[in-house]
């Protein structure tokens, strides 16, 4: 993770080196879970299907692509009811 940009996110959180590499373990443990791989494998496929949506993303309990914004921040709801 030598270049990764969440090398730098990580240590912006202040962590103890201990703590930083077992966030970065769960981290990666979380990214590479089934459900994880699915929905990235979904996502590869219907932007594949839709070129025209290259700059959208795409919301899986919506099923439908929506803008950055409104997908990251929960169609205006904010995050923090998730």
Same mark, same amino acid.
């Given at each position: 993770?030598? @270049?990764?940009? #969440?090398?730098?996110?990580?240590? *912006?959180?202040?962590?103890?080196?201990?703590?930083? =590499? +077992?966030?970065?373990?769960?981290?990666?443990?979380?990214?590479?879970?089934?459900?994880?791989?699915?929905?990235?494998?979904? @996502?590869?496929? #219907?932007?594949?299907?839709?070129? *025209?949506?290259?700059?959208?993303?795409?919301?899986? =309990? +919506?099923?439908?692509?929506?803008?950055?914004?409104?997908?990251?921040?929960?169609?205006?709801?904010?995050?923090?009811?998730?």
């Amino acid at each position: 993770m030598r @270049n990764s940009p #969440l090398k730098a996110f990580a240590n *912006s959180q202040g962590l103890s080196p201990t703590a930083l =590499k +077992d966030k970065r373990a769960r981290d990666l443990e979380a990214a590479n879970s089934p459900a994880r791989k699915a929905k990235r494998a979904e @996502n590869q496929r #219907l932007h594949r299907a839709n070129p *025209s949506m290259a700059k959208m993303d795409y919301d899986h =309990k +919506d099923s439908k692509f929506k803008t950055v914004k409104a997908n990251r921040g929960n169609d205006g709801k904010g995050t923090k009811n998730e």
